[in-house]
Nanobody, 121 residues
Framework: QVQLVESGGGLVQAGGSLRLSCAAS????????MGWYRQAPGKQRELVAN???????AYLDSVKGRFIISRDNAKNTVHLLMNSLKPEDTAVYYC???????????????WGQGTQVTVSS
C-alpha cells in the first residue's frame, strides 16, 4: 500500500500564503496523478488542483492565478503553494494520488489524513 503524509497547514491572515507538502511512501512502483482536495464544514470535498506525472496541471476556477501545484517525481512529493489566501479557502486539505502499488500493475487511489488551513479575515 501507499501512505501519504501532508504538512504545512496552519492559520494565516487573509492575503497571506501557505505551502502545503505531501510525501508518498510505501510500496510504490509508479505514481500517476497527484492532487489536492479540500473540504470545508458542511460542504462536499472538492478538487483544488491536480498534476499528472508529465506535469500537466488543472485548477479549481476559484484558485486559478493564486495557487500553484508542483511535484518532485524523484522524491514522490507534491506541493501546493497558496497565495492571496481568502477566508473562503478555509478547509481541511487532503493529498490524493493514484499509484501503482503491486508488481502486477494494480493501481489504487490513496489519501492523506488531511491538514487544516484556516484563513482569518
Amino acid at each position: 500500500q501507499v501512505q501519504l503524509v501532508e504538512s504545512g497547514g496552519g492559520l494565516v491572515q487573509a492575503g497571506g500564503s501557505l505551502r502545503l507538502s505531501c510525501a508518498a511512501s510505501g510500496n510504490i512502483f509508479s505514481i500517476n496523478d497527484m492532487g489536492w482536495y479540500r473540504q470545508a464544514p458542511g460542504k462536499q470535498r472538492e478538487l483544488v488542483a491536480n498534476i499528472t506525472s508529465g506535469g500537466s496541471t488543472a485548477y479549481l476556477d476559484s484558485v486559478k492565478g493564486r495557487f500553484i501545484i508542483s511535484r518532485d517525481n524523484a522524491k514522490n512529493t507534491v506541493h501546493l503553494l497558496m497565495n492571496s489566501l481568502k477566508p473562503e479557502d478555509t478547509a481541511v486539505y487532503y493529498c490524493q494520488s493514484h499509484a501503482q502499488y503491486t508488481l502486477l500493475g494494480k493501481i489504487g487511489s490513496f489519501w492523506g489524513q488531511g491538514t487544516q488551513v484556516t484563513v482569518s479575515s
